[in-house]
């Protein structure tokens, strides 16, 4: 997908107290085209929440960056996106995919898809206050295919793309994503469709390209896992554990250690998962009281882990002669 002059194939989704400003360098670092912003809420902007200004830092190595905002009056949307703390991003992104019960109770995220009219008016509005990129992240419907609808509400509002997560908000995260859907949107949207839902490797990688859709967007495949990006574009990934230290590095520039130990440890979690870590690995690492301590067990599991893969390949490479 071209935009704003930028070719941006590899997005890495939004993701609501995982997307720090470390974990979107590092992905950028590895092939993520563009990131986004955790979902800041217009009213906190309006306020000035500190907890959501604090959610605003963007680091050097992001290429391509959108906050993203929600909310459903339009005229706060449209003054979210020219919020102070949010003009170093590139482009604005509008939430109505979140299907979390205390964002929709509220009339926000995926609760929007139930009004097309209030979906329209909000992306204009929001078009209309900034000019930059303006996008808006859907799901394929509230309680059932809508996305023939959804795709002109997009357009009508005048949205720069759409990216569309394959299930509808009653779905959450259950079941498959809908690829069939996305192909639809594909069809019918005269703006570029962004698909997500599901890509975790090459297979589905290609399952989600072979839908037409002019870019992918990346959201748990990356968490534990900041390297799908280059694994996806076909780099060398480089010392794994030299990014989860910047990953911390990065972070540490910013917020207190005592606020981060706990923070950190969903991450660090991931990242023993996706080694293999035993279960006792993942249970000290979820109580430690230290971020050195916990990078250390990180770093002797990820060197087990990669002997463990080497001498596999050694046997098998010895199988196959
Ligand atoms: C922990 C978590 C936090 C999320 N936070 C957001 C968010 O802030 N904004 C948003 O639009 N979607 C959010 N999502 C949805 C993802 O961006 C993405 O649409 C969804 O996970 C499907 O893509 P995936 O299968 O690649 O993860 C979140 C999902 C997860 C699992």
């Known amino acids: 997908m071209l935009l704003a002059g930028k070719n941006l194939n590899l997005l890495l989704a939004p993701l609501a107290g995982f997307s720090d ?20 809420s217009a009213q906190a902007l309006k306020h ?16 391509f960056k959108a906050a993203q905002i929600f909310g459903h ?39 929007i898809l139930k009004d097309l009219t209030l979906a329209s008016k909000i992306i204009s509005a929001v078009k209309n206050s900034t000019t930059r990129p303006v996008s808006v ?17 997009c ?29 639809q949107a594909c069809s019918l949207a005269k703006i570029p469709v962004v698909g997500n839902g599901d890509v975790t490797n090459e297979q589905s990688y290609q399952a989600m390209l072979s839908t037409g859709v002019s870019a992918v967007m990346i959201g748990r495949g990356a968490i534990g896992r900041p390297w799908i990006f280059a694994e996806l ?3 060398d990934v480089k010392d794994k554990f030299s990014q989860i230290l910047s990953h911390v590095e990065i972070l540490r520039r910013y917020y207190p250690e005592k606020w981060l130990t706990l923070y950190l440890r969903k991450h660090f979690l991931s990242y023993a998962a996706s080694f293999g870590a035993k279960a006792e690995v993942k249970r000290r ?37």
Request: aromatic share 4%; glycine share 6%; charged share 25%.
């Open 285 to 321: 690492l979820a109580v430690s009281p230290s971020i050195d301590e916990s990078l250390q067990m990180l770093k002797d599991e990820l060197n087990h882990f990669e002997n463990l893969s080497k001498s596999c390949n050694i046997v098998s490479r010895k199988e196959e002669a």
């Open 48 to 63: 000035q929440s500190k907890k959501t200004q604090d959610m605003t830092i963007v680091h050097a190595d992001e290429k």
């Open 21 to 40: 400003v470390g974990f979107r360098a590092v992905c950028a670092r590895q092939g993520a085209d563009m990131t986004f912003s955790e979902m800041l």
């Open 137 to 153: 992240k859907v799901r394929i419907g509230y309680d059932k295919n809508d996305i023939a609808n959804i795709i002109r509400a």
């Open 73 to 111: 009056i339009p005229e706060d949307m449209a003054a979210a996106a020219v919020h102070p703390a949010l003009e170093k991003f590139d482009a604005v992104d509008i939430n109505m995919g979140c299907p979390a019960p205390k964002i929709v109770k509220n009339g926000d995220g995926a609760a």
């Open 233 to 235: 574009s076909s780099r």
């Open 155 to 183: 357009q009508d509002g005048g949205a720069d793309f759409v990216t569309v997560h394959g299930r509808t908000q009653n779905q959450g995260y259950s079941g498959k994503v809908d690829l069939e859907a996305i192909a």
